[in-house]
């Protein structure tokens, strides 16, 4: 069996047709971990190969603030375009296109949560969140609320210091933040909703607290180490609709997404 090669360039450009949203993300903070990817496999549709950076397996927590949110036609509707979120993601691809599995989407708005759910397949949970800043220091809270849902806290403040050199395509700054679909899955059906944005405007950052149960409630192991840490301060995102990929057989899917991963 040959492994298709994986396309990490020809997926930023710009998708054909119209988005379906604008939005904008900031104050954000990528907070990365190397994991065995045995682990993430149950966790991960067994439609999908887990990509790797150099045979290894990754796992992202990224606390965030959306504002702008709105229809690509449409203005923002007060009170409901902006919001925070917090994602645990690892990082997937299915012939050769490279893309973001969410692992637990926790958010601040119960209208955003129902449409991540009903509209795109999400795994987003109702959560109490905050975000301070002070200068270049950032406080960021999260407690999901939603019940009968696994409990799982985030807390974490972080400086952003001086830009980082533009990503390069073999890096391992480029394979964990640039990132231009997601992928999720709905009665063993696969589906990719593009995304379209300039690269990351990547910043140093240093975390000078941090607590969370967020892997260990989807029962990953606890962080070994320090995370790998990226800041952005503020990216505008277009998102097209979602699009269904493909229809596979369990036993088929995680024969040949197995397949692939064991090649690298």
Known sequence: MTTRLIDRLSIRRRPAGLPLMRQWWGKLLFMHWPVPAASLRPLVAPHLSIDMYEGQAWVGIVPFTMWGVRPYFGPPVPGLSSFHELNVRTYVHHDGVPGVWFL???INSPLARWGGRQFFYLPY????MSLRQQGQKIVYSSRRTEPETPPAVFDAAWTFGEPLP????DSLDFFLTERYCLYSS???QLYRCRVFHQP?????????AHNSTLLETLGLPAPNGDPLLHYAEALKIDIWPLRRVAKVARASAFEAA????SLG
């Open 104 to 106: 637990s989407m926790d």
């Open 125 to 128: 949970y109702d959560a109490e």
């Open 166 to 169: 533009a990503a390069e395509p």
């Open 186 to 188: 709905y009665k063993e």
């Open 200 to 208: 990351w405007p990547l910043r140093r950052a240093e975390v000078s």
């Open 258 to 261: 197995n397949a692939s991963e």
